[in-house]
C-alpha cells in the first residue's frame, strides 16, 4: 500500500519569497510522484510529475521538485512566490504496478503582500 | 488533445431527490476513469473507479453508484441524497500507469 504525507496543512509566504511544500511518501514498488494545485472551486491541474531519469523536474509556473529516494521525499518549491500561487497544493503517489492515485491532504498557501 | 466534461458545475438538491452527475472523456480511448469527493476538510476521497465499460470499483461503501455505459462515459447516481452527500465531485482520467490524472472542473453539490 502506498501513503502520502503533506507537512503543513497551511503555508503563508510574502511576496518574492521562497515556496516550499514538504511531501514524503511511502511505497511498497518504485513510485510515480506528482504535484497537483487547485484554485478555488475548480479541478486539479497537474504542476509536474517524477516517473524515471532525472530527480528533478520543472513543472509549469516556475515550480519544481526533487525526488529523493533516501528521504522519500518530493517536496516542491518556488524560488519567488507571486500572489497568483495562492492555491491548494496536493502530492500524490501512484505505485508503478497500480492505476490508483493516492493523495496528500493537500496544503493551502497564501501569499502576503 | 484530450478533454474531459464534467456536469453540471453546481446543484442544490434536497434531501431524498436524486442525483445524476456526468462525465465524458474525448480525444483518447479506453481510459481509466475516476470519481473523486472532496468535503470541507476531509481531503479528496476516491469514491469510484472503472478501467473498461461495465467495470466499476468501488472504493467506499455509501449512498453513491456508478456506471459507465459507454467506453468515455462515467456517471455518479444516488437513488436518494442525503445531507452528507454534499461536496465537491471531481471526475478523472488517466491513460497509462505513468500519466497522473487529468481531472474536470467539479460539481458542487449542495443537499439541503
Known amino acids: 500500500a502506498q501513503s502520502v504525507t503533506q507537512l503543513g496543512s497551511h503555508v503563508s509566504v510574502s511576496e518574492g519569497a521562497l515556496v516550499l511544500l514538504r511531501c514524503n511518501y511511502s511505497s511498497s514498488v518504485p513510485p510515480y510522484l506528482f504535484w497537483y494545485v487547485q484554485y478555488p472551486n475548480q479541478g486539479l491541474q497537474l504542476l509536474l510529475k517524477?516517473?524515471?531519469?532525472?530527480?528533478l523536474v520543472k513543472g509549469i509556473n516556475g515550480f519544481e521538485a526533487e525526488f529523493k529516494k533516501s528521504e522519500t521525499s518530493f517536496h516542491l518549491t518556488k524560488p519567488s512566490a507571486h500572489m497568483s500561487d495562492a492555491a491548494e497544493y496536493f502530492c500524490?503517489?501512484?505505485?508503478?504496478?497500480?492505476?490508483?492515485?493516492?493523495f496528500g491532504a493537500g496544503t493551502t498557501v497564501t501569499v502576503r503582500a | 488533445s484530450q478533454t474531459i466534461h464534467q456536469w453540471p458545475a453546481t446543484l442544490v438538491q434536497p434531501v431524498g431527490s436524486p442525483l445524476s452527475l456526468e462525465c465524458t472523456v474525448e480525444g483518447t480511448s479506453n481510459p481509466n476513469l475516476y470519481w473523486y469527493r472532496q468535503a470541507a476538510g476531509r481531503g479528496l476521497q476516491l469514491l469510484f473507479y472503472?478501467?473498461?465499460?461495465?467495470?466499476i470499483s468501488s472504493e467506499v461503501p455509501q449512498n453513491l453508484s456508478a456506471s459507465r455505459p459507454q467506453d468515455r462515459q462515467f456517471i455518479l447516481s444516488s437513488k436518494k441524497l442525503l445531507l452528507s452527500d454534499s461536496g465537491f465531485y471531481l471526475c478523472?482520467?488517466?491513460?497509462?500507469?505513468?500519466?497522473?490524472?487529468?481531472f474536470g472542473s467539479g460539481t458542487r453539490l449542495t443537499v439541503v
Open positions: 500524490a503517489v501512484r505505485p508503478s504496478n497500480d492505476y490508483k492515485l493516492s
Open positions: 517524477y516517473t524515471t531519469g532525472a530527480t
Open positions: 472503472s478501467v473498461g465499460i461495465g467495470q
Open positions: 478523472a482520467w488517466s491513460g497509462t500507469v505513468s500519466d497522473g490524472y487529468t
